[in-house]
């Protein structure tokens, strides 16, 4: 029975941790004064030069060796590690029974007063054709 060894495929890592970011494509592009087409190239390469994977990382504001030893795997347990520890009784990042706020309800709340300036301006063009 052989095991697969995990692959190092540097391209990948870069685009993933451009996703985590929120960054687009073209951004990066811009920011290294590249086409989209070559960032393009660049996360589909199993390999990037080290001169190139430094103007990368310094773009996403991550190091070298972060972009290198990079695993989603570890992102998502931090992530969750972080959330199970954020319990009121006091860790590391949360100093006692400090409420935390739940960003889904930060999101519902930005939503509704979208939809509520939108129903707002609906009745505004109503009443201005109605004049008409």
Known sequence: MQTKTKNN?????????????GMKQETLAEEL????QAVS???NSEKVDDVKLEEIAKVLGVTKEGIENFSEE?????FNNFYENSAPHGNSFNQGPYPTFNPLE???ELYERL???EKD????????LDKK
Request: hydrophobic share 40%; net charge positive.
């Open 41 to 43: 190239n660049i996360e």
């Open 9 to 21: 495929h540097i391209g990948r890592k870069i685009s993933r941790i451009r996703e985590l970011r």
């Open 74 to 78: 570890a992102v998502f347990n931090y």
């Open 121 to 128: 301006k609906v009745s505004y063009l109503e009443k201005l």
């Open 33 to 36: 004064g590249i086409s989209q």
């Open 106 to 108: 930060k999101v519902v």
């Open 115 to 117: 939809v509520q300036a």
